[in-house]
């Protein structure tokens, strides 16, 4: 099972994550696992949530960035679901051997990430929490998907984007049955 775990704080008026999650939830083995429907008042289910995840081979943390990070009931969701002797250290090994992929979005355009721009720095500076936390729970890091620009996208590139995104999971999906 191939697990998105979606945090978007204002999905209905969503453009970018609308469209990708559009291009992939009716994938067979694709289970979208909407964090802000789920936990409005953010109190989260960890052992639900863990459940979950034990089922997948392909764990997607996919959300747009706010203030350089995800969202922040992700973040907890971080902090409460991925448990010390669960998913790292000491028997920590619920999570070993999963795919983890990243799927993001940034207002700003890709350009404005760079050291005499906007924002200072390239994107990928931005990238090792999120990529650490997978990491260090034993999970394999996938290349990640990223929109920029999304204030601003063209429906063209957005819709080539969300193609992909479906590619991608098709993919896996193919490997794990093949
Ligand atoms: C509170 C807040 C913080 C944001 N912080 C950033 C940021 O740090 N960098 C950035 O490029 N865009 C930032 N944005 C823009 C969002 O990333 C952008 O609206 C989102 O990726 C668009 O995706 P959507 O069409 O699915 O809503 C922020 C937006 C909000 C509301």
Redesign the pocket.
Same mark, same amino acid.
């Given at each position: 099972m191939i697990l998105i775990v979606y945090a978007? @704080?204002?999905?209905s008026?969503?453009?970018?994550?609308?469209?990708?999650l559009d291009a992939v939830r009716d994938l067979p083995d694709v289970q979208v696992n909407s964090l802000y429907d789920r936990y409005p008042d953010f109190d989260i289910d960890v052992e639900a949530e863990q459940a979950l995840l034990a089922q997948a081979s392909l764990v997607i943390w996919q959300h747009?960035?706010?203030?350089?990070?995800p @969202?922040a009931l992700l973040k907890l969701w971080f902090e409460v679901v991925l448990m010390r002797g669960w998913a790292y250290g000491a028997g920590g090994t619920a999570l070993q051997g999963k795919g983890c992929l990243w799927v993001?979005?940034?207002?700003?355009a890709e350009d404005?990430?760079r050291p005499d721009a906007a924002?200072g720095h390239p994107?990928g500076a931005?990238s090792p929490p999120v990529e650490r936390t997978a990491v260090l729970c034993g999970m394999v890091w996938q290349p990640p998907l990223i929109?920029?620009g999304?204030?601003r996208?063209d429906r063209t590139a957005l819709a080539a984007q969300a193609a992909h995104y479906r590619t991608r999971l098709e993919q896996w999906n193919a490997r794990s049955h093949g």
């Open positions: 978007h @704080p204002h999905h008026r969503s453009i970018a994550h609308r469209a990708l747009p960035i706010y203030w350089y990070s @969202p993001t979005s940034t207002g700003s404005d990430y924002h994107f931005f929109v920029h999304a204030h996208v």
